[in-house]
């Protein structure tokens, strides 16, 4: 079993910047695809980025496109999301996910292995 940890959450300021991480305890994480996810309360969890295993390709949602940027350190098992400009709206918890297939595909949560427990973020007005 895939053990994902998320951190770098926290309160900030709209305008303000985040850099979330996600370590994975499993030694063939270059293999995966990886994803952040996120969920506010009440509404469905939608995928925000995600990068293939050897971070060539990338996805963004268009609520996130321009002011996020996904990467990856597979030499530490490390996956990173970079948010600039934030808004209110994205406020949620953020969850790392992998598809253990190195699919470049996945985009709904269901096709996503391994979970991480979320890391609350929290944007002020």
């Known amino acids: 079993q895939v053990q994902l940890v998320e951190s770098g959450g926290g309160l900030v300021q709209a305008g303000g910047s985040l850099r979330l991480s996600c370590a994975a305890s499993?030694?063939?994480?270059?293999?995966?695809?990886m994803a952040w996810f996120r969920q506010a309360p009440g509404k469905e969890r939608d995928l925000v980025a995600k990068?293939?295993?050897?971070?060539?390709?990338?996805y963004y949602a268009d609520s996130v496109k321009g002011r996020s940027a996904i990467s990856r350190d597979n030499a530490k098992n490390t996956m990173f999301l970079q948010m600039n400009s934030l808004k209110p709206e994205d406020t949620a918890v953020y969850y790392c996910?992998?598809?253990?297939?190195?699919?470049?595909?996945?985009?709904?949560?269901?096709?996503?292995?391994?979970w991480g427990q979320g890391t609350q973020v929290t944007v002020s007005s």
């Open positions: 990068i293939s295993y050897s971070g060539a390709r990338t």
């Open positions: 996910a992998a598809d253990s297939t190195g699919r470049y595909l996945p985009l709904r949560p269901n096709d996503y292995d391994y």
């Open positions: 499993e030694r063939t994480f270059s293999s995966y695809t």
